[in-house]
């Protein structure tokens, strides 16, 4: 069974950090790129980082680029998302997703509020 549980979120001011983590589960890690998205309420959800299989290639949406990094390792079957500088436009619930076969897995999300 496909399991993705995202933990690390919470409330924090402008200008500070979060690390994200997406555990995975029933799934060979080591085979698939994983995908962060984010989710802010009345928004659609958007794209903010994803990573190769071997962590060679990362992609960053222009909005977090030079504030997130992404990374993984495999051997603790977990992603990473390190979020610096953080901005109240970054609030929102973070996901991480996996598309394993065509088909797209989710997870429950962690909820991410910036705010002084």
């Known amino acids: 069974q496909v399991q993705l549980v995202e933990s690390g979120g919470g409330l924090v001011q402008p200008g500070g950090s979060l690390r994200l983590s997406c555990a995975a589960s029933?799934?060979?890690?080591?085979?698939?790129?994983i995908g962060w998205f984010r989710q802010a309420p009345g928004k659609e959800r958007e794209g903010v980082s994803c990573?190769?299989?071997?962590?060679?290639?990362?992609y960053y949406a222009d909005s977090v680029k030079g504030r997130f990094t992404i990374a993984r390792d495999n051997a603790k079957n977990t992603v990473y998302l390190q979020m610096n500088s953080l901005k109240p436009e970054d609030t929102g619930v973070y996901v991480c997703?996996?598309?394993?076969?065509?088909?797209?897995?989710w997870g429950q999300g962690t909820q991410v509020t910036v705010s002084s």
């Open positions: 997703n996996v598309r394993l076969i065509s088909v797209n897995y």
């Open positions: 029933g799934f060979t890690l080591d085979r698939y790129a």
């Open positions: 990573i190769s299989s071997s962590g060679g290639n990362r």
